[in-house]
């Protein structure tokens, strides 16, 4: 079984900047596809960003050129760093790892094992 563990939301500015972690357990599939979903309220869940096994990675076009994905496999976590945050990226954010493919897939199918969410909130 895999456990993941998000930490590092928060409030912040427009304009601002956070950084979060999602520290994974159990087993780990370091060798599958890591993502970040987010959730806000009234709204169904959508992709963030996606990295693969061979560091490749995808976003979503609002997040594009704002957001990094990153993995460390040795510490078995997956980062989000986000900047220039805006108030409609306030939602709260899920980590996923998947058990079935390495590529990095924006599909929310793809991804068996999820997080316990962490909110981001944007607000002056």
């Known amino acids: 079984q895999v456990q993941l563990v998000e930490s590092g939301g928060g409030l912040v500015k427009p304009g601002g900047s956070l950084r979060l972690s999602c520290a994974a357990s159990?087993?780990?599939?370091?060798?599958?596809?890591k993502a970040w979903f987010r959730q806000a309220p009234g709204k169904e869940r959508e992709f963030v960003a996606s990295v693969g096994w061979i560091m490749q990675t995808n976003y979503a076009d609002s997040v594009d050129g704002r957001f990094t994905i990153s993995r460390d496999n040795a510490k078995n976590t997956q980062y989000l760093q986000m900047n220039n945050l805006k108030p409609e990226d306030t939602a709260v954010y899920y980590c996923?790892?998947?058990?079935?493919?390495?590529?990095?897939?924006?599909?929310?199918?793809?991804?068996?094992?999820w997080g316990q969410g962490t909110q981001v909130t944007v607000s002056a």
């Open positions: 996923a790892a998947s058990s079935t493919t390495a590529q990095a897939s924006t599909q929310l199918a793809s991804y068996a094992y």
């Open positions: 159990g087993r780990t599939f370091n060798s599958n596809a």
